[in-house]
C-alpha cells in the first residue's frame, strides 16, 4: 500500500522560510516522478513543483528563485524549500507522485503566510 506523509507546514510571517517534507512507504521513490502542488481557497490546485528521476526539476514561475525541490533516495523522501515566503504562497500543500498506471496523493500540510 503506497503511502505519501507530509510535514513541516505551519504559520509564518513574510520573508520566513520553510521546509516541507514528504515520506513515501510502499513504494520506491528512486524511479518516480514527484512534485508539490497546492491549493489555495477558492483556487485549483497548481502546481509547484516537480522533479523527475533524473533530477530535472520545473518550477511554477510564480515560485522560481524562492522554492528549491530534492529527493532524497536513502530515505524514500521529498524535500521543498520555500524561502521569501510571501502571503500568496498560503495554500495546503500536496506531495504527488506518478507512476505509469497511476498517480498518488498525500493529505496535504498547511502552510499559512501572514503579511
Known amino acids: 500500500q503506497v503511502q505519501l506523509e507530509e510535514s513541516g507546514g505551519g504559520l509564518v510571517q513574510a520573508g520566513e522560510s520553510l521546509r516541507l517534507s514528504c515520506a513515501a512507504s510502499?513504494?520506491?521513490?528512486?524511479?518516480?516522478?514527484m512534485g508539490w502542488y497546492r491549493q489555495a481557497p477558492g483556487k485549483q490546485r497548481e502546481l509547484a513543483a516537480t522533479?523527475?528521476?533524473?533530477?530535472?526539476?520545473i518550477y511554477a514561475d510564480s515560485v522560481k528563485g524562492r522554492f528549491t525541490i530534492s529527493r532524497d533516495g536513502a530515505k524514500n523522501t521529498m524535500y521543498l524549500q520555500m524561502d521569501s515566503l510571501k502571503p500568496e504562497d498560503t495554500a495546503v500543500y500536496y506531495c504527488?507522485?506518478?507512476?505509469?498506471?497511476?498517480?498518488?496523493w498525500g493529505q496535504g500540510t498547511q502552510v499559512t503566510v501572514s503579511s
Open positions: 522533479m523527475t528521476p533524473s533530477g530535472v526539476t
Open positions: 504527488n507522485l506518478k507512476t505509469i498506471f497511476r498517480e498518488y
Open positions: 510502499g513504494i520506491l521513490t528512486t524511479l518516480r516522478t
